[in-house]
């Protein structure tokens, strides 16, 4: 919300930024959008100052005052998933993969310089053969975890899921759509998944857009999943 509560800022799975006016419901501007979804926005205390984030690892500020673009900065490791502008509208902290909080300041402008830290883990392992592993750790692990004892993220574990209906795990909130499927994950649906892209095999769920065009690549992923998400008892009768 902006300004006075007249004016919504949102982002879209199309990376699409724009400017709504509450009262009328007619979009007031369009600003320069992302390339992928945009995943985090936030306003300043003073309400000066808009910024979105996207899974293109690019964040663009705008002054709300005239929606000039006023800084712009591109995270080479992939999407930024939470900003917040510090309260001197100087500087900002953002979130991205590799699960820190990183300082870039704005104000005079210094972006955060990535050459001289550790590169985030989850793009070093090097010693991963397995692509559908690789894979699982670069894209799926941002919002999904596999153990028996992990908890939910922005997305439900994926333990057990093959022979699961969708959107039948306790205790995670799914989307309306996915409710109201009936539809059991196996390897045909989630090779469809992946094939056709979330917003398209599902309309109206809440996952990330994001395709997998190569079909040995969504086989890899999913022979991973298999294994990675086996029920102990199913593991162990394998194993027999």
Known sequence: MLGNGTQILFGGLDGAVVVLDTV???????????????????????????????????????????????????????????IAIAGDDRSMFFAGINEKVLHWQMVPDKPFDVTSKQVPERFQNSEITDPGELYFIRT?????????????????????????????????????????????????????????????????????LQRMVDAQDRKALIEYLKRATAEPAASQQKDR
């Open 24 to 82: 009328t419901g007619k979009v007031i501007r369009s600003l320069a959008g992302h390339e992928r979804p945009v995943l985090s926005m936030d306003v300043s205390p003073d309400g000066t100052l808009a910024a979105t984030g996207g899974a293109d690892g690019l964040i663009q500020v705008w002054d709300t005052r005239n929606w000039e673009l006023k800084f712009k900065h591109a995270f080479p490791y992939g999407p930024v998933w939470a």
């Open 140 to 208: 799926c692990s941002i919002c999904h975890t596999l153990a028996p004892d992990d908890a939910n993220r922005a997305g439900p574990t994926l333990h057990g899921i093959f022979g699961r209906r969708v959107g039948s795990l306790p205790g995670y909130h799914y989307s309306a759509t996915l409710k109201r499927a009936t539809f059991i994950w196996n390897e045909e649906t989630i090779d469809r998944l992946f094939a056709l892209g979330p917003e398209k095999f599902v309309p109206g769920t809440k996952m990330p």
